[in-house]
């Protein structure tokens, strides 16, 4: 079954702690890309990925870090959390072409006290 | 102006119904436009593509109009089932811009 995986789905951590959220998707797409999804701001892009070894900022990259070292994964790094990264995060993939279908993963909810 | 932009609503509307809602962008050079589906608390589907003539997809229609620049999305014979949140979603060079969504509420 073609699909993006998340892990974890939900995570409570405290200020500071260093966290990695995975990615993995099995589509053979070149695109990934991180999302956060806060109340009143819709989705915001974190960091995107056109292909293995490249990555480029998103609109929010303040406070993350992602490598893609295989096309299959996208890993997102929260270095030292803070309080205003607790959010709902989405990772998608794509093909690269004109017409994109973003497919999503399911989410983790991330809280940070 | 942003980039993408849609009415919140929500939209409160009785089951049989047909809404209807646009979406503006302000970039004239984008290229793609779509329309996502999201329940609470998930992750967004695409429901449909959008094209200059228009496409239509069982009670779904969308359509784009680049002189004005917004897309539209139609519901017909709306039911429960409906009930999301509705995303226009934009691309321009290098670029996949995501509306904040519109809220439908379908009414029984």
């Known amino acids: 079954e073609a699909q993006v995986t998340q892990n974890p789905r939900y995570l409570i951590t405290v200020t500071g702690k260093k966290l990695t959220v995975t990615c993995s998707q099995n589509?053979?797409?070149?695109?990934m890309s991180w999302y956060r999804q806060d109340p009143g701001l819709g989705l915001r892009q974190i960091y995107y990925?056109?292909?293995?070894?490249?990555?480029d900022k998103g609109d929010v990259p303040e406070g993350y870090k992602v490598s893609r070292k295989e096309k299959r994964n996208f890993p997102l790094i929260l270095e030292s959390p803070s309080p205003n990264q607790t959010s709902l995060y989405f990772c998608?993939?794509?093909?690269?072409?004109?017409?994109?279908?973003?497919?999503f993963g399911p989410g983790t909810r991330l809280t940070v006290t | 102006r942003k980039e993408v932009e849609q009415d919140p609503g929500p939209f409160n509307v009785p089951e049989g119904a047909t809404v209807a809602f646009n979406c503006t962008y302000s970039?004239?050079?984008?290229?793609?436009f779509f329309w996502y589906r999201q329940d609470c608390r998930k992750e967004p589907k695409l429901l449909m593509s959008?094209?200059?003539s228009g496409n239509e997809d069982g009670r779904f229609t969308a359509q784009l109009n680049r002189a004005s620049q917004y897309i539209s999305l139609l519901i017909r014979d709306s039911k429960l089932s409906d009930s999301a949140t509705y995303l226009c979603?934009?691309?321009?060079?290098?670029?996949?811009?995501f509306g904040k969504g519109t809220r439908l509420h379908i009414l029984p």
């Open positions: 998608a993939s794509s093909f690269v072409g004109s017409g994109i279908n973003l497919y």
């Open positions: 589509m053979n797409h070149e695109y």
């Open positions: 990925s056109m292909n293995v070894e490249v990555t």
């Open positions: 970039n004239s050079a984008s290229q793609s």
């Open positions: 959008v094209y200059s």
């Open positions: 979603v934009v691309t321009a060079p290098a670029k996949i811009i």
